[in-house]
Nanobody
Framework: VQLQASGGGLVQPGGSLRLSCAASGIILSINIQNWYRQAPGKQREMVAIITHGGSTDYADSVKGRFTISRDNAKNTVYLQMNNLTPEDTAVYYC???????????WGQGTQVTVSS
């Protein structure tokens, strides 16, 4: 299983980015995907989740600004991030959890920096 995250970068406050996580070796649509982030000196925190059924949930800090979605044909999960603030600066990671919750796969992180 490989998860390839991309789309990070430097953006000004109020800007937007879209992160992508392309999967190979596993079918996303029958499993659960999460986006996590880890800021310097802080613990990794879950940002968004999308289930095999398409249900989504978000951390309170990003509700209304971030949207997780999945393209089953491309076997890719996305995180659309709008109205970014410096507090969103972190390394963002995608992960896939098997439907039976027994196995977790992590992608490499992608850096998001929000700064003027």
């Amino acid at each position: 299983v490989q998860l390839q995250a991309s789309g990070g970068g430097l953006v000004q406050p109020g800007g937007s980015l879209r992160l992508s996580c392309a999967a190979s070796g596993i079918i996303l649509s029958i499993n659960i995907q999460n986006w996590y982030r880890q800021a310097p000196g802080k613990q990794r925190e879950m940002v968004a989740i999308i289930t095999h059924g398409g249900s989504t949930d978000y951390a309170d800090s990003v509700k209304g600004r971030f949207t997780i979605s999945r393209d089953n044909a491309k076997n890719t999960v996305y995180l659309q991030m709008n109205n970014l603030t410096p507090e969103d600066t972190a390394v963002y990671y995608c992960n896939v959890v098997s439907r039976d919750l027994r196995t977790t796969y992590w992608g490499q992180g992608t850096q998001v920096t929000v700064s003027s």
